[in-house]
């Protein structure tokens, strides 16, 4: 008769209950440690309703939001449709669908490809399909030269951030804004 590889505890032992209440702990911290919140993507900080972030730290400012994965685009067929944040959808405008961010909030989109981006503004729930990240307008596909499907980096817009703040004004053309005042 072959013996056991395995060692078991005796009933009773009083040495293999510390072992086990280790093990026990350590399964469930890393359960916990794995586990992840459906409402967030793969992120660094969380974003909040307003799409703002915060650092526990002040010393360490909050790093930006970002999303990795595919996009997709959408036009004539919804045309003229109302979006989930009640306005028509106008494929020729910068907007997008995203299944979880609040409504309104500005995102610069990266064509992982080219690295051409753009700035585009949430307005809709989607995409529909499952695995991908985004639904672009026909307009900010163009823009990002996406004919079809293509991975994508998604960076939330937020007031602290000057370099994305500036990058989007710039992109709406809204020069006043960008102007620093001057001394006379």
């Given at each position: 008769m072959k013996s056991n590889p395995f060692r078991t505890?005796?009933?009773?032992?009083?040495?293999?209950?510390?072992?086990?209440?280790a093990g026990v702990l350590l399964a469930a911290l890393a359960?916990?440690?794995?586990?992840?919140?459906?409402?967030?993507?793969?992120?660094?900080?969380?974003?909040q309703a307003a799409g703002r972030h915060q650092s526990a730290n002040p010393a360490h400012p909050a790093r930006r939001w970002y999303q990795v994965g595919i996009a997709s685009w959408y036009g004539n067929h919804f045309q003229g449709r109302k979006t989930a944040d009640g306005e028509k959808f106008d494929m020729n405008q910068m907007t997008c669908a995203h299944p979880t961010l609040p409504m309104g909030t500005w995102l610069?989109?990266?064509?992982?490809?080219?690295?051409?981006?753009?700035?585009?503004?949430?307005?809709?729930?989607g995409p529909v399909i499952e695995g991908r990240?985004?639904?672009?307008?026909?307009?900010?596909?163009?823009?990002?030269?996406l004919s079809g499907v293509g991975r994508v980096k998604l960076e939330a817009v937020r007031?602290?951030?000057?370099?994305?703040?500036?990058?989007?004004?710039?992109?709406?053309?809204?020069p006043s804004l960008l102007e620093l005042p001057t001394r006379n």
């Open positions: 505890a005796q009933y009773g032992s009083m040495t293999s209950l510390p072992k086990l209440a359960l916990s440690a794995s586990a992840r919140d459906p409402e967030k993507s793969t992120t660094q900080p969380q974003v610069r989109v990266t064509n992982l490809k080219n690295r051409h981006s753009t700035f585009v503004r949430v307005n809709d729930r990240i985004v639904d672009l307008s026909a307009a900010a596909a163009r823009v990002l030269g007031q602290e951030d000057p370099e994305l703040t500036l990058a989007l004004l710039s992109q709406l053309r809204v």
